[in-house]
């Protein structure tokens, strides 16, 4: 009879070695390999379960594949179809993470008790018993008294049923919990993780069932368990907060049916996760536009145009190192713009400190932040402020340049839309459909220039 085989598995990148050691030599790091036993094949004959694992195997002409669009479902809330790229696509894998306690299953568990009136839906939980998903449905309000519920913890029973059972979604809250038979590992392993969304995976693409995991993250944000996770599912969502606000940002990191960098915005509530249809409202509802060093831009996340405001305070330092801290934009590029305001606007900020932050816990990464962060910086240090109404966007160069940011008409259309009755925008940005808004449109070609605006 054959033994059982050891292996030592790294429970950050998955590399496997036969011997243990203190340090991964794939990823360096320390203390992070774990001893896993793998169950010995009984018999000569070995069968590949992942044969055919993502359908028909047989060559085929491409140009003789059927294009035709897949139906997308709806899953009844707006602003998870918009990150989703329209809907919910059958067959497809989708993974959503998050801090704990941050919403993922309240979500889940309304997305399957609204979706139940289109399609079938199958809800399957490792975490907790049914009673206490009975409770949370009855807190909350939903309309959950058909919805198949299933507390199950091993991927092959929950593949048999759902082949049984032939429902057109499956929730799987969370795929750390699943442990598959063929692994003696613990689950949540590195190897248990990785063969339960395999088989998952496997299971829908051949069967055209949508499945939607949950997953859990480590301390550094990121989704617990193999990098390869991420590459084996369509769409990677993570659902995020600041920690300190009832509002919550659901963000696609990854979308095969869609873009990626979309963005949902949610308000947690007594009665669950409500979207917020308006996100620019509600960051520029508690704005005083009579205060120095405050600017608003037009950012852009995926394909939404988001007002938010930019604060910065400009201070004499009494250090000898002035402190330069930046909330929600790049800390790098904050270091960029003080040098060119020195260089090319001749403004001695060297001896101050200088605090930046982006209202609301947004995280700005795009350059069209640039020339708002600029005039923000030069209001508070000038202890001066823009005529109430006012937009800026726009990218600066290292040599002072003002450059165009793309969708330049998309985010005059919602300034505008706002109630906003001046930009301060690029030069390239000002085409002849700025004639069709009611807004003052004011170009800026060097940043030297804006220092007279403000």
């Not at 940002?249 to 979207?275: D, H, P, S, W, Y």
């Not at 939404?304 to 190192?321: F, H, K, M, T, W």
């Amino acid at each position: 009879m054959a033994k059982a085989k050891t292996q030592f598995v790294c429970n950050l990148c998955g590399h496997s070695t036969s011997k243990w050691s203190g340090q991964c030599s794939a990823c360096k790091e320390w203390n992070c390999i774990d001893e896993i036993k793998i169950a010995a094949t009984t018999g000569t004959a070995k069968v590949n379960r992942y044969a055919n694992y993502s359908g028909d195997s047989s060559i085929q002409k491409l140009g003789k594949i059927s294009t035709k669009q897949q139906q997308r479902t709806s899953s009844h809330i707006k602003e998870l179809d918009r990150v989703l790229g329209g809907g919910i696509v059958p067959g497809s894998v989708i993974l959503l993470g998050g801090d704990p306690g941050i919403g993922k299953s309240t979500l889940m568990l309304q997305v399957s008790a609204q979706i139940a009136e289109v399609i079938t839906p199958l809800y399957v939980t490792g975490e907790e018993s049914l009673s206490q998903i009975a409770m949370r449905a009855s807190r909350l309000g939903l309309r959950a008294d058909d919805l198949d519920c299933m507390a199950e913890t091993s991927v092959e029973a929950i593949i048999a049923t759902t082949l049984q059972k032939k429902p057109d979604l499956v929730v799987i809250d969370s795929i750390q919990t699943l442990f598959s038979e063929q692994l003696t590992a613990i689950p949540g392993s590195v190897s248990q993780v990785k063969e339960a969304a395999a088989q998952l995976v496997r299971m829908a693409k051949q069967s055209k069932i949508t499945v939607i995991l949950v997953g859990h993250v480590t301390k550094d944000g990121a989704i617990a368990g193999p990098r390869m996770l991420e590459h084996m599912v369509d769409t990677v969502l993570y659902f995020e907060s600041d920690g300190n606000s009832r509002y919550r940002v659901l963000r696609a990191l990854k979308n095969r049916f869609g873009a990626v960098n979309e963005i949902g915005v949610f308000a947690m509530t007594e009665t669950g996760v409500k979207e917020v249809e308006n996100p620019s409202a509600i960051f520029l509802s508690e704005r005083q536009a009579d205060k120095a060093g405050s600017v608003v831009m037009c950012t852009r996340e995926g394909t939404r145009p988001l007002l938010v405001e930019i604060q910065a305070l400009v201070d004499q330092s009494p250090l000898g190192n002035p402190r330069r801290l930046s909330v929600g934009l790049e800390h790098n590029r904050l270091a960029m713009l003080l040098a060119v305001l020195h260089r090319m606007c001749h403004l001695a900020i060297h001896d101050h400190d200088v605090f930046l932050n982006a209202v609301g816990g947004m995280k700005i990464t795009e350059t069209a932040a640039d020339l708002a962060i600029i005039i923000a910086i030069i209001s508070s240090f000038k202890n001066r402020y823009l005529p109430a109404g006012t937009i800026v966007f726009g990218e600066v160069g290292l040599t002072g340049e003002v450059r165009p940011v793309h969708n330049g008409e998309d985010r005059l259309k919602e300034a505008a839309n706002h109630g906003f009755k001046t930009a301060i925008i690029p030069k390239g940005n000002a085409g002849k459909w700025v004639k069709d808004l009611n807004i003052k449109i004011i170009t800026v070609d060097q940043v030297s220039e804006v220092v007279d605006l403000v």
